[in-house]
């Protein structure tokens, strides 16, 4: 927090195991690092790497940058170096008994606090479940021994997460609508990345589930000094884009039962297909593949109750997988489903029930237990009867019919608010890779929803 120093590190060797013992992890003979209690013994510092050690008030100070402003590591990383440039260089010239190769040797940059963050993260998730003591995490650098595997480790924690209870789902307050069981989900196109350019397959994964587009999710080999960037990731690096796609990847979060990725509507496809102008869809050449951006279901009090990325299109499949995920896994968890703001719920109320035609258990328990409406924003803009006006017989969905006046008055606009906040994360996402973009999204909102209950909790109204 006060600017660079150097120091001397102390370890020891078991003599009979030949474990090595570093001031915040141990190392086994095989390598891997098994991280001790952060706090224990009052450690105030968190070792990433032999040469690299950082304050925790540091690290503390960079999360809360990050998920109070979406500061980049590299913005943060200037920072301090403009902070404490002129301090840093009159301490270290002093210390002429260190050998050192240039000034830059001491700078922090953006490398250096990306991996020591989303390690940080990473050992303070286990320990926050009381898996630290037993969780070997294997830290490893790569070939030029700059870069951690901090992709690989996010994978790990983020199949856990995928796998664990989500406590926000039962996230109950007296905002209004918030105990009746309201939830908005909508699409944000606008948070997406770059994804491998494999081939998608149509596929049908179950007989009570509906065609979707399998595809790879991975992100693509970004480009180096030894190397040019790749369309495609590590696995299918030697693929063309006439290659057939065999074997694909799915996001831990889909649970391979419910892969998702979905089809463009008809109508929009014939949008796109009619456009006209120099800017037509065929005269533009993107080189990277890219996801459709992210959906989340939230709460009119403001709780991002989850999150998921889009692969292809914010198609009906996707949603009502991302629903059925969400809060069908148990009874508790259902029960706080009772209604769904969509802006699209007039096209996804027939999907529901072509599902539940054709044998889909879950379309026919939505149907069943939920009440579908169009947020008030955008329902002013629909033109069919089932929508406007709320007076005509026909109306369906319309937020003022009297079947919702349990609700009446709702936020039904806390996506497109929550997205005002989740887009000042694009810089600082749109570049990351898979599994370390889903556990900061996972992060941020984790931060986000705990301060937003203990503003409740002030007002009173949790």
Not at 49 to 66: A, G, H
Not at 173 to 196: I, M, Q
Not at 429 to 446: A, D, S
Request: a positive charge; proline letters at 4%.
């Amino acid at each position: 927090m006060r600017g660079t120093y150097v120091g001397a590190l102390f370890h020891g060797q078991c003599e009979k195991c030949k474990v090595k013992y570093f001031p915040s992890y141990k190392m086994t003979k095989e390598g891997s690092k098994i991280f001790e209690d952060l706090h224990q013994g009052g450690n105030p510092y968190f070792q990433v790497s032999s040469r690299t050690v950082f304050e925790t008030l540091l690290l503390q100070d960079i999360s809360n940058n990050i998920w109070v402003s979406g500061a980049t590591f590299q913005s943060r990383a200037k920072v301090y170096n403009l902070n404490f440039k002129k301090k840093d260089s009159e301490r270290l010239s002093e210390l002429q008994e260190f050998a050192r190769s240039n000034d830059e040797e001491w700078q922090l940059n953006e490398q250096r606090v990306n991996d020591a963050w989303f390690l940080w993260i990473v050992v303070n998730y286990y320990h926050s479940k009381g898996k630290l003591a037993e969780t070997d995490l294997k830290c490893e650098y790569s070939h030029c021994g700059r870069h951690l595997n901090t992709e690989d480790l996010c994978r790990v924690v983020w199949e856990d997460i995928c796998a664990s209870d989500n406590k926000w789902v039962t996230h109950n307050c007296k905002t209004p609508g918030c105990s009746e069981g309201y939830v908005t989900v909508d699409g944000n196109e606008y948070l997406k990345r770059a994804k491998c350019a494999l081939p998608m397959e149509k596929v049908k994964l179950r007989k009570d589930l509906p065609q979707i587009y399998k595809c790879c999710p991975n992100s693509p080999l970004p480009g180096g000094k030894s190397q040019k960037p790749s369309k495609f990731c590590k696995s299918h690096q030697s693929m063309t884009a006439e290659t057939s796609a065999e074997e694909v990847t799915v996001p831990p979060e889909f649970m391979t039962s419910t892969a998702e990725a979905g089809l463009l509507a008809e109508d929009e496809c014939l949008a796109q297909q009619k456009a006209k102008g120099c800017k037509k869809k065929e005269n533009i050449s993107l080189f990277f593949q890219t996801t459709a951006g992210m959906l989340a279901l939230i709460r009119p009090c403001g709780i991002v109750v989850s999150m998921t990325e889009m692969f292809t299109s914010e198609s009906y499949t996707q949603v009502f997988l991302f629903i059925l995920r969400t809060f069908c896994s148990n009874l508790e968890h259902f029960k706080r489903l009772r209604y769904l703001g969509y802006d699209r719920a007039c096209g996804l109320m027939p999907f529901l029930k072509n599902q539940a035609q054709n044998g889909s258990a879950g379309a026919k328990l939505l149907i069943d237990n939920v009440q579908f409406l169009v947020d008030i924003f955008h329902v002013s803009k629909h033109t069919e009867e089932v929508c406007m006006p709320p007076e005509n017989p026909n109306c369906l969905y319309h937020p003022h019919l009297p079947k919702f006046d349990e609700i009446r008055g709702v936020n039904t606009e806390s996506c497109e608010q929550g997205f005002k906040r989740l887009n000042q994360y694009f810089d600082l996402t749109r570049k990351m890779t898979q599994f370390k973009r889903n556990v900061l999204f996972w992060f941020v909102n984790q931060c986000f929803n705990t301060d937003l209950e203990e503003e409740l909790k002030r007002k009173k109204l949790l």
